[in-house]
């Protein structure tokens, strides 16, 4: 931008620019962790299909029922069951807090942009004002140069 120009809110306008980033950061934490918790609701999935595929095939493959055998993995399963139920509430609250990141987000780009219009607004103003006085002094000048030529004519006649 030209030199002359100073906008007065350039602080504020840094700050908005770091909390824009920092918000960014933040929105970024959260998609992070809810990645996480994917892919820890995953692996239990995983987990008790597997589990489940492992007490079917033991009954396939002996013929036979083993009560103690069954018995350790339905308490193996109940208990997959019921992390992959806490999981899928853990991953509820994080879609919650990252909605409200993203709603956070949203917010501090609009502050920015609000700062970063006034600031074009002025840069503008300023190029119609600095335009407008060099247009007063080409015309100054014209005149002068102009009265100079008629005078010296008017001298000479």
Do not use: C, P
Not at 48 to 53: D, M
Not at 103 to 119: D, P, Q, T
């Amino acid at each position: 931008m030209a030199r002359g120009f100073v906008f007065r809110l350039e602080a504020l306008l840094r700050v908005r620019k770091q909390e824009l980033d920092a918000q960014k950061r933040e929105v970024a934490r959260v998609v992070l962790e809810k990645y996480d918790i994917e892919q820890h609701l995953t692996d239990r999935e995983s987990t008790l299909r597997g589990e489940f595929e492992s007490l079917r095939d033991e009954q396939a493959d002996s013929g036979r029922v083993d009560l103690a055998g069954i018995r350790g993995h339905r308490l193996y399963m109940g208990r997959l069951h019921r992390e992959i139920a806490e999981t899928y509430q853990e991953l509820g609250l994080k879609d919650q807090e990252l909605a409200k990141e993203r709603e956070k987000l949203a917010e501090a780009s609009k502050r920015l942009k609000a700062i970063e219009k006034l600031k074009e607004k002025r840069w503008r103003r300023y190029i119609t004002e600095l335009n407008r006085k060099e247009q007063a002094m080409d015309d100054e000048t014209a005149l002068q140069q102009y009265m100079r030529v008629r005078l010296t004519k008017e001298v000479e006649v």
